[in-house]
């Protein structure tokens, strides 16, 4: 067995390191597709990296203390695959590399968080990767912080590319980690000059090393090609009381006889003339997928360097009194006495009545929850007493201080969206974080990633329509609630009153398939709910929260529109038009109910006019063909909000109109 202080021969390195070139070359020449230039050029690196520092044991991919390895440069997916499938890890096996990009393989264009063991996040869109593994590095520094470096003190490898780093996200994920001082990150940098486009120098000339350092980094260059330097590199970074930066220098496609060095080497089958051209360089058995005698074995041996570790891990976290409780953390389970706290706040909101901002009741059942829980872990980018994310019975995390359990993340809602993406797949941490609902859209990228990776994130955004107010139409978010919608695997929740919040509290907390977006509004909303009822009501997406015999009218609300479709109501009533209301906090969770409940909802033989001050997309498909939408059609405008609900005609009064314009047409 290899161990750490052992310093590789370098002939031995580029032996090993062949074999993913190999394997990288064959298998995007068969798909016909992908990108061997990122894999051939950093073999060498990933292989110093995989073979004496990273602490990982294939038999056990899911050992809470192994070291975190991200793809950050996710179309180098090869590198990946190659590692795992050399290191023994259960899959991919050979016939699955030899099935690259194709629909029956887990070896996806870019690595996907789920679908082999060793794929800590899904990396592709550039960026991502290195500011989820911010996220993972302050989980892992949390949850040394409560459980002590017995049982976890490990760290996290990032390869990330030159577009990793030209990406904005990096700027806001290199300073968050740089000021919280996350000195168990260590990012290689694949230094290769090379883009798409061609060479780097096209569109960027920053200083990367400098641009590290000022925002609090460590740095050192090597030949990313010279096993020695990677070492000595890597050797430096263990010891670093600051985040790491590495800067390897190599050649992208590194062994292609005339694409090595050059933007062709990025990505495409290199055809079968450069591959053998290459494979007579590297000294590669000509055969596809052929592997040099031994190295298989070797690799193989590489991959059971880590089981040592693990079995004394395993011991002293038996031993340790903490156990259970580290057990429960890692699972994420969320014990009864929650639920119970909850529906004794849930009774005690129907029973006042507040007239409050649901980011205020918000607060509240984030009290219950912070003092029940400690693996919430809260923050905001920079809006914390707007958000009301900070509740008094929890801390701020400092920097090299990890006993709070807040994150500032400064202005950076997509550094902190990442990074909270990165909690979550670390394990043992349930990340919420606030913003702004308008600035969802910075945050987007990182809200669809942990969509697609189906991870437990709670995204807190508050300031939910025109009732911003005097901000203005930069502030009031429109068209954010369709656009978020839209995103498959995301629980869009608006509750209408208090007693709603804490419910949409209690699913997003119940909800480990997925992240949930909570919006929820500034101004203040009346409680509707005002009888004490037991059970979530908001679980079922949409309920009849008022109703009526012989109802001719149905009038569908989220958010604080629900407390205006009361107003309409009284005032339809009083018209002598019977008048139910409907309060509707998720869409996705409405539609997954069986048709019969749907269609008793939505109320039959009576029309459904639909009130949200966001835009129309997507209203139609409950309000049919008669039915009426009372909400935004353009931006908003700047004035106390009151008048601005006016200005744009969402009223009661107006609602009451388009039930009245609606049932003449029925
Ligand atoms: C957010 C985002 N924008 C664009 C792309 C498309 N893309 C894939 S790789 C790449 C840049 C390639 O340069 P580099 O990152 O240096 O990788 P290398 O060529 O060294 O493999 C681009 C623009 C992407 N994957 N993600």
């Not at 699955?96 to 968080?113: L, M």
Request: proline content about 5%.
């Amino acid at each position: 067995m290899e161990s750490n202080k052992t310093p590789p021969e370098q002939a031995e390195i580029r032996r090993l390191a062949n074999a993913i070139r190999g394997l990288t070359m064959d298998a995007v020449q068969t798909a016909k597709s992908g990108h061997p230039g990122l894999p051939m050029g950093m073999a060498d690196a990933a292989t110093v990296l995989f073979s004496r520092f990273l602490r990982f044991d294939p038999t056990d991919p899911h050992w809470p203390d192994r070291d975190r390895f991200v793809l950050s440069a996710g179309h180098g997916s090869m590198l990946l695959y190659s590692l795992l499938y050399l290191l023994g890890y259960s899959g991919p096996t050979l016939d699955q590399i030899k099935r690259f990009r194709q629909v029956d393989s887990p070896c996806a264009g870019h690595p996907e968080h789920g679908h082999l063991p060793g794929i800590e996040t899904t990396t592709g869109p550039l960026g991502q990767g290195i500011s989820n593994a911010v996220g993972m590095a302050m989980a892992e520094r949390l949850l040394s912080a409560r459980f002590g470096d017995d049982i976890v003190n490990h760290k996290t490898y990032v390869i990330a590319s030159d577009g990793d780093l030209e990406e904005g996200i990096s700027h806001e994920a290199i300073s968050l980690a740089g000021h919280y001082k996350l000195k168990n990150l260590i990012v290689l940098w694949d230094d290769n000059n090379i883009t798409i486009d061609g060479d780097r120098s096209l569109a960027d000339s920053s200083n990367t090393i400098e641009r590290f350092e000022a925002a609090g980094w460590k740095t050192t260059l090597c030949d990313g090609h010279s096993a020695q330097e990677v070492f000595r590199a890597l050797t430096e970074a263990q010891s670093s009381d600051k985040p790491f930066l590495i800067a390897c220098k190599t050649v992208i496609g590194f062994g292609f006889p005339t694409r090595a060095g050059t933007q062709k080497a990025h990505s495409d089958a290199p055809g079968q003339e450069e591959i053998d051209g290459a494979k007579k360089t590297l000294g590669l058995p000509p055969a596809a997928f052929a592997l040099e005698d031994g190295v298989l074995e070797k690799w193989r041996a590489i991959g059971k360097r880590g089981a040592e570790a693990r079995a004394a891990w395993t011991k002293r976290a038996d031993a340790s009194p903490m156990k259970a409780e580290f057990a429960a953390t890692m699972a994420g389970t969320i014990p009864p006495e929650l639920g119970r706290q909850l529906g004794e706040l849930k009774a005690k909101l129907a029973a006042e009545k507040p007239n409050a901002g649901t980011r205020r009741t918000s607060e509240k059942a984030l009290e219950v929850i912070n003092g029940v829980l400690k693996t919430t872990v809260g923050g905001s980018a920079d809006l914390t007493p707007s958000n009301n994310t900070k509740t008094k019975n929890i801390t701020e995390i400092k920097p090299g201080d990890f006993s709070g359990r807040y994150i500032h993340y400064g202005i950076r809602e997509h550094g902190m969206a990442a990074a909270m993406n990165g909690m979550a797949l670390h394990g043992g941490i349930i990340p919420y974080g606030g913003t702004f609902l308008v600035f969802s859209d910075y945050c987007r990228p990182a809200i669809r990633l942990a969509a697609i990776m189906g991870i437990r994130v709670i995204f807190v955004m508050t300031h939910d329509s025109i009732g911003v107010g005097e901000d203005g139409p930069t502030h009031q978010p429109v068209e954010h609630l369709a656009a978020l919608r839209a995103i498959p695997n995301l629980l869009v929740i608006r509750p209408g009153d208090a007693v709603e919040t804490v419910e949409a509290w209690e699913l997003a907390l119940a909800n480990t398939k997925g992240p949930t977006l909570l919006a929820f509004s500034r101004q203040d909303v009346p409680t509707v709910r005002s009888e004490k009822i037991d059970q979530n009501m908001s679980a079922k997406g949409a309920y009849e929260i008022a109703g009526t015999d012989n109802a001719k009218v149905t009038l569908i609300g989220t958010g604080s529109e629900v407390g205006l479709a009361m107003e309409a109501r009284d005032l339809l009533n009083k018209d002598g038009i019977a008048t139910r209301v409907v309060s509707m906090p998720c869409w996705s969770l409405f539609d997954e109910q069986p048709a019969a409940y749907r269609t008793q909802v939505l109320g039959p033989g009576t029309v459904q006019v639909a009130v949200e001050a966001g835009v129309r997309q997507g209203w139609g498909r409950y309000t049919g063909q008669h039915g009426r939408f009372v909400g935004m059609h353009s931006f908003g405008a700047s004035g106390p909000y009151k008048d601005v609900y006016k200005h744009f005609g969402i009223t009661p009064q107006a609602v009451v109109d388009a039930a009245k314009a609606a049932l003449k047409n029925s």
